[in-house]
């Protein structure tokens, strides 16, 4: 595909996933970690329009300067943001008008990439598809938080298919102790967060060919796992108090059953599908229940090829910290990841609701350990 | 006007406030006090289902039952609540499918109107209009308030004038020490609130014939009054400093002018024009810099018909307070007022966004001391 | 009494009070509204220092130019003050250093008290007595407090008794509609707020002989109170359910009886004696769920000869606001009550841990409606 | 030395570190970080009386068994435990009777250990005398804290010179890329946090011999590093901006000059001196500024012999994570460390606070990222 064509297919899915959407849906907030759809919508056209259009075209006319203010998300760099938490009380700009500002920047740059542009330009809209792909994933979870908090509990007609059977019989794959590379190592696109491949040694391990199901975890609620302290970090225990959690996001126990918000509304919970919408923290303490452990981002990297993949983000043990040699890149693009780097915890795998051809073996996703609207799950490691 | 008429006429008044707005101008909730346009428009609905349609018409059938949970404001006699913050979080009912709830009740209502139906539901209708009236008054402040804190400080085409020039040479009003009657003592409708008539011994007292102006304001800015801890309450002195509170809600010193947002937008502060949105603790303190004081709530009911109504809500030096023998009325509708008598200033008057017909000398509105998102002034006593 | 012999009998007083602590008592401040014992020492010490030594001794040499940060309370003229929240983290200075403090101005203060000196003073010494009374009043409410919130509820050897037997069988004592006169009428000292002796008019109403009973009250926690909203503000309610409130403060339910905390330590609850340590929100739910009310601070004053004092503060309905022709004095003297006048509750009467003879008919006592660590009751009204 | 005489001195050094305080400066609790002096006193004693009396003396007669409740710090298996932030609001037990407690325990461990117990125990009284002397550290840090926070900043005559002038040439000390071992590898005790030694492999880097000194960290802050959001973690930058940081802990810039609070009262910032009292995000933007970078705790410790050990603990990048095969060990002593595992930050070396012989090359301190009250500085790497 040319990279215009490219260009059209990213932007063209971020609106197939909001075609089902009603205006509301577009500009609530629910919590600060969920960001208004609308918000996604004109982040990602800003994003092409302040790194491209407004570097690279000359005499392009900014669509409205007040947008650069509104769709900042934390490009310190490029001026003042609006605090992420007040996202969610801004009703205008309107979502006809940001479609129109979307609109407005797809032309200028359909125009661009017909032209005869400099090709240094290719490495920046890579990264601009990259980062609409992330939006993409962001958009589908921040949809579910959405509608699955409302009391209504809204079906939603999504892309994608949230239930996944698992092979119950797990069987555990070994690896030897050894000297193994690390970070990324091939041809095309990759973040700065994956770069400086570089060499660790790993001691013997055992991974798990599958991962969780609804139906183990369920034992491990039964068994009293969110009473006992013992399983967990400290900070998880008291996040499990101050929050009273007593089950993965979105489940429900109505008449003696578990019961949980898809995108098909409120649904039983499929004992054989794979757990869904956990934190690392109940990661953490389902591992130590079991007497084992998360692996690392290496281990897991290591054994990428001889895993099933499981459609659900995989919580590691490992912090997200950056590689030897990691370098920030000059200007605004440089604020990408790695300011992120404390208190994180990374995810390895994808998920049903990644963006097709997003993610790859050496893929570093980071969130905060107590955070579950993602999709993540748990493979055991020993 | 037949009951059914002004019941067409009040529901109309309603839509007509709303007709300007986005959609997505329906949805939002910037601070608790403000609520989303569509939930004024669906528990103003609910009201005249819950307590009329539910209860008077045989065989109606509830639109649906889970609005009763997504509308219901302070009514705990009838059914839990949307807490009152999460209002603003919620995407759907929809603001197509609140209208459809609106013509629905609406068509069962006028039905019943057109009916041969029981007078004695006339007092709930009246209480039901106010009501409505009520929420009209809240809904153009709410709009105000929501468009008012948007960066983009987008004009509204509202019903109402907010410029109101001012008499600028005030005079004093005489009243000799002696025993007043106080309260409703007329046809028609009134509050619960303003019931029990009752005598009270109100010592000789002056009161102005004029509101203060924004001139007269803008001269206790320029004193250092917000600095000056001396003219306030305490309460009102912290809740300056941890709010950073320098001029009226809504004024923005702009190149060296005072601006505020209205419904034509930004606009320079009109000198002449009555001083609006300001908060208790604020008059409170413009009165004691002036050597004055505010007037009490039977000082204005008596003078009532005296003075210039000033086309602003007044505050008071009078708490909300239940008059001698208030009793509330048995059941859900005993909620109305009874419930807020604490912690709360009486107002009195009327503002430009009162509804036609809605106020009277009698009337009490009552708000806490710290809010000003109503249009609300300054009358002094002495 | 001349003035210096009162001064030794107010002083010697306070430091009677405080002679059963121990030393760590005197520092911590569990929540914001009690203050360390050690601050009450130094502040009723400061103010003698800094109204009357520094003001009237020539020559005088303060005591260390620290202390006025340390121990000014409200009294913005005077300079800036330690944040009210963050006096039970100060260590320093001891309980040494404060009583040399103490010393060291109540040498100076006798010293000056036994010279000729100048009589314009002698009203500023009524002050300062009748301030150091209101805090012997709440150091042992403080000193309750703190030793009431610790585990092993330590007994303290306090001068006052706290069991009060009462009439169980109340009358009624009615009184006539009306002119009476309102405020202080006599010789010797009163505060600024019972200033401004003014007429009101008084319908018709009955004032109960007695106070409610702990027998009483129990009576209304077992029929659900708590759990009645129709009885409650909405404010209270919110109280009742955020605080996790099932009965007065110091109450604990263990092996089926209620015991409370005394200065005795754990006792059982006297059923016979007064109710103690009530808000104003429980108060008036109570007497909401008798079918009556409570009473004003008008009536009060005007039954005041007629009923049994109870030896609790009584709650009534009236909001704390200033009588007509109120007047704050100049000066920090003029901060003293005018700057709480809003958002407040006005108690009549006194309590057994009141100072002897500070106490009158006029006396016009305040604290927030949630408050309840002072000796507070119920007296019922209709 | 027998376990006895190691039993006695450990014990007395804890108290000759109080020795300076007033009784006062025992129980306050300025910070939820910062225990008051006493608890620690009673919590190292109540750890002997736990783990050793309980368990190893037959009949031994628990000291107070309500002191359980006030001292458990987080061992949850032991039972309930004083909420971490009420520390500070606990009078009783006064400093007196937690003496008289530890007295008590004394007495009794001195019987045991003169006595011809169980060798098993040997190794719980390591991990007590370890323990007591992190306690130690803390201990100081938190008397610094309580004193330093203080407006009348009083000197404290402690055990420990805070001035420790610098090798103002740096040298950068070169390692090859290679495996390495890490972790534990000796005689005598250790933490389970240090065990499981392992290999790492560790690329090519530099290391500076010596720390960062005042003046270093002076010329980042004239620089506007503190304003610079490009040289910060995003949480990082929040921190500062929330909790308006401009220098390091304790630092006062006073008529053109940077004092900083020590134990010898206010004193002029030496710029000759190791710089102290900083966060990791500090430490991370001033080698962000420098271009360089902090260490990992696994290159610091290969490190560890041929650098200049500097008096502070040295902030490392590495999160503070189980090394493998980490094990808890079972009960209560099991939640000693692995509970932490998360948000934490390692931080290697010493401090001039550290009791004598309590750390070595394997030692892994950790504390969030945003604390400052411990003495830490920074070590650069690249």
Redesign the interface.
């Known amino acids: 595909m040319t990279f215009l064509e490219r260009y059209k297919t990213v932007r063209q899915r971020t609106e197939d996933i909001c075609a089902p959407l009603?205006?509301?849906?577009?500009?609530?907030?629910?919590v600060a970690d969920v960001s208004p759809p609308?918000w996604h919508i004109g982040h990602t056209t800003w994003f092409f329009e302040t790194f491209v259009l407004k570097s690279y075209v000359e005499g392009y006319e900014e669509f409205n300067s007040?947008y650069n203010?509104?769709f900042n998300s934390?490009y310190?760099?490029v001026g003042a943001r609006?605090i992420r938490t007040?996202r969610?009380?801004?009703?205008?700009?309107?979502?006809k008008d940001i479609f129109r500002y979307r609109k407005y920047v797809d032309n200028a740059m359909c125009e661009l990439l017909s032209s005869n542009y400099n090709e240094d330009l290719n490495e920046l809209l890579e990264l601009g598809f990259n980062h609409e792909e992330q939006h993409q994933e962001l958009l589908l979870t921040d949809i579910k938080y959405?509608?699955g908090?409302?009391?209504?509990f809204?079906a939603y007609n999504s892309p994608v298919s949230e239930h996944h059977p698992i092979n119950s019989t797990k069987e555990w794959v070994r690896f030897d102790?050894g000297?193994y590379e690390i970070g990324f190592n091939g041809q095309g696109f990759c973040f700065d967060n994956e770069l400086g491949r570089?060499?660790?040694?790993i001691?013997e391990f055992s991974i798990a060919s599958d991962m969780v199901s609804n139906r183990d975890y369920i034992e491990f609620i039964k068994a009293g796992g969110y009473q006992d302290?013992?399983h967990?970090?400290?900070?998880?225990?008291d996040w499990v108090k101050n929050s009273s959690v007593v089950a993965p996001m979105y489940w429900h126990f109505i008449d003696g059953e578990w019961m949980h918000y898809t995108f098909q509304g409120l649904q039983p919970v499929n004992t054989d599908a794979i757990l869904n919408h956990i934190s690392?923290?109940e990661a953490?303490a389902y591992a130590s229940w079991k007497g084992m452990?998360l692996p690392t981002e290496f281990e897991w990297e290591v054994a990428s090829n001889k895993i099933t993949w499981g459609s659900r983000w995989e919580w590691t043990?490992?912090?997200y910290?950056?590689y030897?040699?990691f370098k920030k890149a000059p200007g605004a693009i440089?604020?990408y990841n790695g300011?992120?780097?404390?208190?994180q915890?990374v995810l390895r795998g994808s998920s049903e609701v990644t963006s097709p051809g997003h993610s790859r073996t050496s893929y570093r996703n980071f969130f905060h350990?107590h955070l579950r609207w993602q999709y993540t799950g748990i493979r055991l490691a020993q």
């Open positions: 009603e205006t509301e849906d577009y500009v609530v907030q629910p609308k007040d203010y509104v934390y310190e760099t609006v007040d969610g009380n801004l009703s205008r700009p309107t979502v959405i509608l908090n409302n009391p209504l809204p102790e000297i570089h060499k660790v040694f001691p302290f013992r967990w970090h400290a900070e998880g225990f690392f923290y953490s452990r043990e490992s912090a910290l950056p030897p040699g440089g604020e300011k992120f780097m404390v208190n915890k350990p």
